[in-house]
């Protein structure tokens, strides 16, 4: 059983931080990319942060200098740093796992979403 737990939201004012992690679990071979997407109401969903299994990056404009996506491997946990939160911030946060089952002579990549973590950014 393949879970994909999101952690970490909550509500702070605006300048302040939160950190949020996402660990995988279940029948696990390898996970390729691990990302950070959020919704807003009325709002597309959109990636906030991605890292790849080599540890490359990819955030969003908005996002840039203000948060910082890392992994663990050994505990196949993501997390977002999100400092100098703002309003416009406030969003449903989503994680993204993808997971790698391939084999010598096939090709499997499934990816997951967990169910989302609050995140409200209000004085």
């Known amino acids: 059983q393949v879970q994909v737990v999101e952690s970490g939201g909550g509500l702070v004012q605006p300048g302040g931080s939160l950190r949020l992690s996402c660990a995988a679990s279940g029948s696990i071979f390898s996970i390729n990319t691990m990302g950070w997407y959020r919704q807003a109401p009325g709002k597309q969903r959109e990636l906030v942060a991605a890292i790849t299994s080599g540890g490359s990056t990819n955030y969003a404009d908005s996002v840039k200098g203000r948060f910082t996506i890392s992994r663990d491997n050994a505990k196949n946990t993501v997390y977002l740093q999100m400092n100098t939160l703002k309003p416009e911030d406030t969003a449903v946060y989503y994680c993204?796992?993808?997971?790698?089952?391939?084999?010598?002579?096939?090709?499997?990549?499934?990816?997951?979403w967990g169910q989302g973590t609050q995140v409200t950014v209000s004085s």
């Open positions: 993204n796992v993808e997971f790698d089952y391939s084999g010598s002579y096939s090709m499997k990549v499934v990816d997951y």
